[in-house]
């Protein structure tokens, strides 16, 4: 069975940084997409950075020069580095992982930045 587990989510202020993990378990290989989702009160759930089979990575315009994905060599965790956190990107960060028309989601960490 798939699971895919986050961690680090935290109350941090304007500026700080944040490290976010995801512990992914029950593929039988790495050849899948996997990356970050967030959802803010109110709003829909939206793409953050991803990384396709390919090893491409995908961010949005309003995370660039500041949040970074990464991968360890085994394919067990994603991390996600927020560095400069603004209070815009409050939300609940989740994992997703897309294999063979599947999306796999783990139950999210909460990120709050406050002044």
């Known amino acids: 069975q798939v699971q895919l587990v986050e961690s680090g989510g935290d109350l941090v202020q304007i500026g700080g940084s944040l490290r976010l993990s995801c512990a992914v378990s029950g593929f039988t290989d790495d050849h899948y997409a996997i990356g970050w989702f967030r959802q803010a009160p109110g709003k829909e759930r939206e793409g953050v950075v991803c990384?396709?089979?390919?090893?491409?990575?995908y961010d949005r315009d309003s995370v660039k020069g500041r949040f970074t994905i990464s991968r360890d060599n085994a394919g067990r965790s994603l991390y996600l580095q927020m560095n400069s956190l603004k209070p815009e990107d409050t939300a609940v960060y989740y994992c997703?992982?897309?294999?063979?028309?599947?999306?796999?989601w783990g139950q999210g960490t909460q990120v709050t930045v406050s002044s």
């Open positions: 997703k992982a897309l294999k063979l028309g599947r999306n796999y």
């Open positions: 990384i396709n089979n390919n090893g491409t990575i």
